[in-house]
Every structure is written in C-alpha cells, then in structure tokens.
C-alpha cells in the first residue's frame, strides 16, 4: 500500500525518497526480472522515486533518517507502531526534527488498539474485513479477491489522505499524523452498500446489497462469446423486454420496478442469460447502444495492455530503462489539463541515489564515504533518471 501511494504521488510530481535497508524491500524480488533487485513489480512500483539504502537498526543510520526528515514535507511508513518506535519513525520523535512534518502511517489495524502489533498482509486484512465472506453470501465458499485489493484501496486512502494533510498545512503551518489502517479501511469500504437494511435501527430490511450478492450475477455468454449486460433504470428493461419479444414482463410486478427486480434477482438474471446466449455479442452491443443500456464486451486482463481503448487513453506506457531495457508501466488514469503526471525517474535500482540525497541534505564527501564504508549506508551507481523529454504518464513513448 504505501509503494503504491508514493508511485502515485511520485506520478504526480512529488519527490519521493525511497528509503530502504540495504538489502532492500522485499518487492524487488518478487516475480519475473532480469537483474536481481528489479522485478517487475519493483520497476512498476518504484517508477518516480529515489532510492536511499540505509541501514535503520545502526544509531548512525538513525541520525541519517533524521536529516532527511529535518527537510521533508511528509513521511510515509508502513511499519508497525513497535518497529516505529525502535526507529525514531513515532510522530514524537519526528516533530522534534520537523515541527511541520505530516506523518503518515499506515499498517494493518488501527494504532492504539490491543492488536496494532499483529502482522497481516492483503488475505489477512480481506478475511478480517468482512470481504471474503461476500462470496460465501454470493452463494460460493470464502475466498479472496484475486488481486490485492487491500492494499491498493488503502493506498489510494493515503494519498487523499496525506495531500488532506499537506493542504491543512499549507493553509494553516500546521502538520498532523495521520494514520490509514488497512482493516479500518477495508470495513468502511465494504459497509457503503451493503450496510443496506441494517443502516437503520432497528434494521429495515436485509444486510447486504442484494444484486451484487447475487448467485448467478456474472457476465453472460452469447451465441459466439461473452458479454456484460446491465439494463438498470425502468426503461432500460422496458427495451430490453421488448427486445427479447417478451414486452409483458414490463408490467410484470417482479420485474415492472426496481424494488420488485431486487426482490427477484436470480430469476431476473437466469432471464438475462437465457436471452443473451440467442444472440451474438456483436448483436447486443448494437442493440444496447441505441437504447443507451450499458454494456461491454468482456476483456480478458492479459489482453488490456494491448486491447485499443487502453493504448489510446495510453494507460500502459512503454519505456527504455538503462539497466532493464524496454519494460511498460501502469499509468495514472487521472487526466489533469495543467499538471499531467509524469515518467521523469525510471525504478532506480537499489541505492542507486544515496550519494545525491545525502549530500542535499547537508552531509560532506567524506561523510558519505564514511557512512557507505561502514555498511551503515549503501549505494549503487548512478541515478535512473529518464534523460529523454519527460514523457507525460498516459502516452507511450
């Protein structure tokens, strides 16, 4: 979660300052890459950022970290309340450095409860927050999200979250500690609908939203393939009704309103798929863009990087890193008509800044040299700066 809001905000040109221990974080070596260190999760990652490899568990180390928040606007950690303290990362120790830091943590539960300690990674935080259990009430087993969807949604907390932070500050010089708990998220985020009947007290009617806790809520295959079919408003089904030569359903009280259609829902959906399998996709699309009913085709994921709506909104951008070659990289879907993101720093490999960001921060030749010799801080060549024009984050280069 928190290498995704710093790509994020990395993207939208912040100067993000990855520090690392010096045998970096354990993304690097994650999945298919072509040098050790540089997955492609870390290149995907780390695009934006420098990186500082500094050993935290040494005082010197320690003091390091020190300056580089004497000079920083925000501090994101995902470590856990006991590894902050050991490390000098508390909201105490950093104000006393910098009175205007924004400090921002984020780590599985709350901090301040009796379990802010415990360790979980996404599947942990998915069971703890109620999300594994929808597929039970889909009529399924227990079962994760097949993607980490915890870890993404509170990254995405973070960012509106800091940049709340950042603004406060910037109209008042105060900073703040804000702290993102992935389960606290994950609970909100999944009450919004389906807190339903049970918003009232006592309840008014079931907990849970009833059409996407539906059984057979899936896309439906057609005569030649699959597509996804979402008649919603009243006359959407009206339409549609007629467009399957069954116009009486219309007026049919299962399916005439949209309390009766969430009250029948499986029978609704066995309808839709019956009727779809009669056509071709091609067929329903037509259809469904003149009666203005939402529709799509379904799109494999591993086709997307290539599929045309995507390479024309340019959501997955091609670029040349010096050591890695060509590689793609997840783009910012935000649009801004100003300030677009960017690919002005490719993934650096691990340490790859540490001489600059040290020596920006006040410390001499002779002290870096100090600090690398004693394994206290490592560094590995250059920059991975992108030397060509900066290419705005959503264009392929």
Known sequence: MGPYAAAILGDLGADVIKVEEPAGDMARGIGPRRHPGMSGLALNLNRNKRSVAVNLKAPEGRAVLADLVRGADAVLTNLRPASRERLGLTY???????????????????????????????????ARSGLTSLYQRAGGEQGYAPFVV??????????????????????????????????????????????????????????????VLTANRRPQRTADGWVC????????????????????????????????????MVELLDLVAEAAAGRTTAEWLEFCARASIPATPVVDLEDLPDDPYVREGGLVTTASHPSEGRY????????????????RRHAPRLGADT???????????????SLLATGVAYADGPPELCLDEPAPIGVSR
């Open 92 to 126: 105490e120790q950093l104000v006393a450095v910098n009175p205007g830091v924004v400090l921002c943590t984020a780590q599985a539960f709350r901090t301040g409860s009796d379990v802010e300690n415990l360790a979980a990674y996404d599947d942990i935080v998915q």
């Open 150 to 211: 915890a870890d993404k949604v509170c990254g995405l907390t973070i960012v509106y979250s800091l940049l709340a932070a950042l603004l406060h500050r910037q109209r008042t010089g105060e900073g703040q500690w804000v702290d993102v708990p992935m389960v606290d998220t994950m609970v909100a985020f999944n009450l919004v609908e389906h807190l339903n009947g049970h918003t009232f007290e006592p309840p008014e009617g079931r907990f849970g939203w009833a059409r």
């Open 229 to 264: 079919l979402l008649p919603y408003s009243d006359r959407n089904w009206r339409d549609f009704f007629d467009y399957i030569g069954r116009s009486e359903l219309g007026d049919d009280p299962r399916f005439g309103s949209i309390d009766g259609r969430h009250a029948n």
């Open 328 to 343: 793609r990289t997840v783009s910012t879907p935000a649009r801004f008509s100003r300030t677009p993101g960017r690919l």
């Open 355 to 369: 001489r600059e960001v040290l020596a920006e921060a006040g410390h001499t030749v002779e002290r870096i040299d």
